[in-house]
């Protein structure tokens, strides 16, 4: 008997979910037949549509309706928790750490394929900010929105029971680096929370919160088009948030974040949103990656210049054939990533039946953003909305993208609900540090170590 060809995906990610979703479709016959095996090697067990995390954050989506269950979705692939090293492709085989190996003390492992698909996604960019490793806070994952909101509506607490001035502005001052999505639409959806919460304390006012987002370019939401980018600035300066372009981080020390036009803002809280570069393992790998890091491929989907090894997403540089100037790449976002995944999925199944391949080609259709609850921004198939029409037209793309029937349902549930009750203002900081209060209780009292237990 033969062994059944092996795909290997690296992440569970936009890209790597949806292809293997993609794949055991196309390959049912083989799967069925024992000729073909998808593993999926992710290191969670669940792929989070990152767009929603705003949304988690601010108490509008639960955060389990923010994440896909693999198992459930991916019936019928071998899913593998863990994290892959390294790659060496001209031997087929992927080292890896799980779980297990992990509670064994066994190291790493080996795993061998025929197929070999990258999409281990993006990490925060950060840069060499003195201070930035030891307060800063990223936004991008579910845990780390959840995290953040319990540290927002922990520092109002923080404001409201101090009698130090000092700490009780650091407290209530709330720097996020970075105009992009996440930045942006983190800080107005949680600008917006806290100024709703703020009325349920006697002695904080919305006023009294102090939000400042700070960009190093001359414009945020660059994909919504120069004109709509403007428009958001001047509606976060309306809510009195504070836009600070051509200005960068230089550090956060001692809880001070200093800004490179000189002010000083003693803050408990900064937030990292600048950015996101290529996975770490790419460059565990013997395959070819371009001058940012990302692998470079063919329209195909294909890897350049080697044969069985599949790339899609931000670890991508794939070509735009729909571009006027040549030489442009697919910009590294979830509109291309989900439709690359199809794509992909498609041409895997081709070359293992011996059959030809298609390229890569979507114009670039145009941006949403939201700027918080009712309040948002769009340029689409060269339309430039804003306000209410752009906040419905970004709910309604994102619903419209969200894996499975089941998400869908769940998340218009929940703003359906969230539009007739009030907003949940409730920290859960607790859920962070569950075995804090047992290990207390559990640690024996000061001088009682040497007495007898029943």
């Not at 309706?65 to 992927?94: F, N, Q, Y």
């Not at 001359?218 to 051509?246: F, K, Q, S, T």
């Amino acid at each position: 008997m033969t062994e059944p060809a092996r795909i290997l995906v690296v992440g569970g990610g936009y890209v790597g979910m949806y292809t293997a979703l993609r794949l055991q479709r196309q390959l049912r016959t083989e799967l069925g037949a024992g000729t073909a095996e998808i593993v999926v090697v992710t290191p969670e067990p669940y792929m989070t549509y990152q767009p929603f995390l705003p949304e988690a954050a601010a108490g509008s989506i639960s955060p389990r309706h923010v994440v896909v269950p693999l198992r459930r979705v991916l019936d019928h692939c071998r899913i593998v928790i863990g994290e892959v090293h390294s790659v060496d492709h001209s031997k087929r085989t992927a080292t890896l750490s799980t779980l297990a190996t992990e509670e064994e003390g066994a190291g790493t492992l080996d795993l061998t394929y025929d197929e070999l698909v990258i999409a281990p996604g993006s990490v925060s960019r950060t840069l060499p900010v003195p201070g930035l490793a030891d307060h800063g806070i990223g936004f991008k994952t579910v845990e780390e929105a959840i995290g953040l909101r319990n540290h927002v509506i922990e520092q109002m607490d923080i404001a409201s029971s101090t009698r130090d001035p000092a700490i009780r502005d650091a407290a209530l001052t709330f720097v996020f680096v970075g105009g992009g999505y996440a930045g942006v639409e983190a800080l107005a959806e949680l600008e917006d929370m806290a100024r709703y919460t703020a009325r349920y304390y006697h002695n904080v006012k919305p006023e009294d919160l102090r939000w400042i987002l700070v960009e190093a370019s001359d414009r945020i939401l660059p994909e919504v088009g120069e004109e709509m980018g403007r428009y958001a600035v001047r509606e976060l300066r309306g809510r009195n948030i504070d836009v600070r372009l051509r200005t960068r981080l230089e550090t956060c020390e001692d809880r001070v974040a200093v800004l490179s036009d000189g002010t000083r803002l003693p803050t408990r809280t900064v937030v990292w949103t600048a950015g996101v570069k290529p996975a770490p393992v790419l460059a565990a790998t013997d395959l070819p990656l371009n001058e940012r890091g990302r692998l470079r491929c063919t329209a195909r989907l294909t890897v350049e210049g080697v044969e069985h090894a599949w790339a899609a997403g931000d670890a991508a540089a794939v070509p735009d054939v729909t571009a006027k100037e040549p030489g442009t790449e697919c910009a590294p976002n979830a509109q291309h990533a989900v439709r690359q995944a199809k794509v992909l999925a498609e041409n895997i199944a081709a070359s293992l039946r011996g059959q030809p391949l298609k390229e890569y080609a979507h114009a670039y259709v145009g941006s949403v953003a939201s700027l918080g609850l009712h309040k948002g921004v769009a340029h689409v198939y060269g339309r430039k909305l804003k306000g209410y029409p752009a906040w419905f037209m970004h709910r309604a793309y994102h619903l419209s993208r969200v894996p499975t029937f089941n998400r869908k349902a769940r998340v218009l549930a929940e703003w359906t609900l969230s539009g007739l009750f009030k907003r949940e203002i409730v920290s859960l900081g607790s859920l962070e540090h569950p075995r804090a209060e047992f290990e207390l209780a559990a640690a024996p009292p000061p001088g009682d170590g040497d007495e007898p237990r029943s």
